[in-house]
């Protein structure tokens, strides 16, 4: 008896464990280099980026009047195909499986189905969280965010979420994850208004890496290309060159870099100042359409 309820005691710690933090590996801090730099529409809001091969991106824009889904040349940044949105809506994150776009939308919980050859709306869903910021898919499930500092499994045939990681570092909730990429079986996020990206596993929550980029935006705004306010969000992965790409909400630029991890130990503190947000919280009279 005394046994079991030990056991139960220790399952029970167990459980609540999880529910608040997941293990932390060893967390790996990288920088960055840029590879190549290439034009990107000034207009274009980034709010979901995927590298659809052969030098083409397939992007999902914000803003009221101006959201949209496209199809752009990497190389020139020209966009080859747009279809705009209702002006009622606000375009968020764009992932893709099984040769169909998937976008979902800012304070709503509807989604949006696109053919790739056309980009027409050809379906909707409804998902399971609270708002619509980024969408990733590993091939089998879809992985959401909110704007919170949970990271959501979907079912991709039901939309239900299937499991939900409440992201921590060091103890401290990583709130405003945004848009999100698979790569290598990891979810990137960008955190927003950060130049943070995080690296996190799906398989418990917990953080592997940070990727700090800082100088992308900071270069932009020395030049008067873009607004201080102007944040990094986009990410998008060439799998098969092994390419990883960002960019921005509004900039002229989109870039390859690649990632190298930080030899020297950072100070303390640099990832609480710099990576972790207050909770964002949509303006005062701001209502879903």
């Not at 960055?32 to 034009?39: D, E, L, Q, S």
């Not at 979901?48 to 940044?77: P, W």
């Not at 089998?140 to 299937?162: C, E, N, R």
């Not at 098969?240 to 130990?265: A, C, D, H, M, N």
Request: glycine share 8%.
């Amino acid at each position: 008896m005394a046994a079991s309820l030990l056991l139960s005691v220790i399952v029970l710690f167990v459980l609540s464990s999880n529910s608040c933090c997941a293990l932390e590996h060893e967390i790996s801090y990288a920088n960055f280099t840029i590879v190549n730099v290439f034009p990107h529409d000034p207009q274009a809001f980034t709010q979901g980026l995927l590298y659809y091969g052969n030098d083409t991106l397939f992007e999902s824009t914000g803003l009221y009047g101006q959201s949209s889904v496209r199809k752009v040349a990497l190389l020139t940044g020209k966009v080859q195909n747009i279809y705009k949105m209702d002006d009622s809506l606000f375009g968020e994150g764009l992932t893709l499986l099984n040769n169909r776009l998937y976008q979902v939308t800012w304070l709503q919980t509807d989604g949006f189905i696109h053919d790739t050859e056309n980009l027409n709306q050809i379906g909707t869903f409804n998902h399971d969280m609270n708002d619509g910021w980024g969408l990733a898919t590993d091939g089998k499930v879809f992985f959401g965010s909110d704007g919170s500092s949970t990271l959501y499994q979907i079912d991709p045939q039901t939309f239900k979420a299937v499991t939900k990681h409440v992201i921590y570092y060091k103890g401290h909730q990583v709130y405003n994850l945004n848009e999100l990429e698979y790569i290598n079986g990891e979810v990137w996020a960008n955190v927003l208004p950060t130049d943070c990206i995080v690296r996190i596993s799906p398989s418990d929550g917990s953080i592997l890496g940070w990727i700090l980029l800082r100088n992308l935006r900071k270069e932009l705004v020395e030049t008067g290309e873009i607004n201080e306010k102007d944040v990094l969000n986009g990410i998008a992965w060439d799998g098969e060159q092994k390419r990883i790409f960002v960019t921005g909400k509004l900039w002229p630029k989109l870039y390859e870099i690649k990632v190298s991890p930080i030899k020297t130990p950072i100070e303390d503190g640099t990832i609480e100042k710099f990576c972790l947000p207050e909770p964002y919280y949509p303006p005062e009279g701001t209502e879903a359409q």
